[in-house]
């Protein structure tokens, strides 16, 4: 339980337990259920051990390679650096024909939490808040970015200062508590 509370060790992190006598259900059940993958009492079974252990070290490296090639944040939901890259390509190449403008504004939160504490806060915010035309994502540890069609200059300010008030009222009534922000953008007419 405590490894599998420990944020190193992830869900795909094969967990065996062996036990010095034999192993009777209600061990075997309880580990299970606390999040092992396997649990074996004596005699251990040598080949049988280094087959499982193979087999479970090829699915960890597959979910690991999933979870690289994926578009997603997995902490906050949005975008990742490759996901927010190949939907600003999209829309890059969408306001490109239409002659539109094209805005993009990166912010990272300044307060005080632990970095994985804000990022889910403003996952779940912009998740749930975030213009459905904007490509929104976590580009770093503590940065993110917004990718804003048809939006000029003026509208990269407006856009900032609406994050900061939806990050200031998450939950209704000031309820998430002050997030100072500092941020940066870059805006062209066409």
């Known amino acids: 339980r405590q490894l599998r509370n420990d944020p190193r060790f992830s869900a795909t992190t094969p967990i065996l337990i062996t036990t010095a006598g034999p192993s009777g259900r209600a061990q075997r059940l309880e580990a299970y259920k ?10 251990l079974d040598g080949e049988s051990l280094l ?5 479970f070290l ?18 906050t939901g949005l975008y990742n650096m490759r996901g927010l890259s190949r939907r600003a390509r999209e829309i890059g190449a969408e306001v490109f024909r239409r002659h539109q403008s094209l805005s993009c504004v990166v912010f ?30 976590r580009v770093g540890d503590g940065e993110f970015a917004v990718i804003a069609p048809d ?13 900061e008030r939806l990050l200031e009222t998450e939950n209704g009534n000031g309820a998430g508590g002050r997030l100072p ?3 940066g953008y870059c805006a062209v007419t066409d």
């Not at 087959?51 to 087999?55: A, F, G, I, P, V």
């Not at 939006?151 to 994050?163: I, P, Q, Y």
Request: net charge negative; proline share 3%.
């Open 34 to 43: 606390a999040g092992a993958w396997e649990f074996l009492g004596q005699p």
């Open 51 to 55: 087959l499982k252990l193979s087999t």
């Open 58 to 75: 090829a699915s960890k490296l597959e979910a690991d390679r999933l979870r690289e090639e994926s578009l997603l944040d997995q902490l």
């Open 108 to 137: 990272a939160p300044t307060g005080e939490g632990t970095v994985d504490q804000v990022a889910e806060r403003i996952g779940r915010t912009l998740r749930a808040q975030g213009r459905s035309s904007d490509a929104i994502g």
């Open 151 to 163: 939006t000029e200059s003026a509208g990269a300010v407006r856009l900032f200062e609406r994050l």
């Open 181 to 183: 922000l500092k941020a």
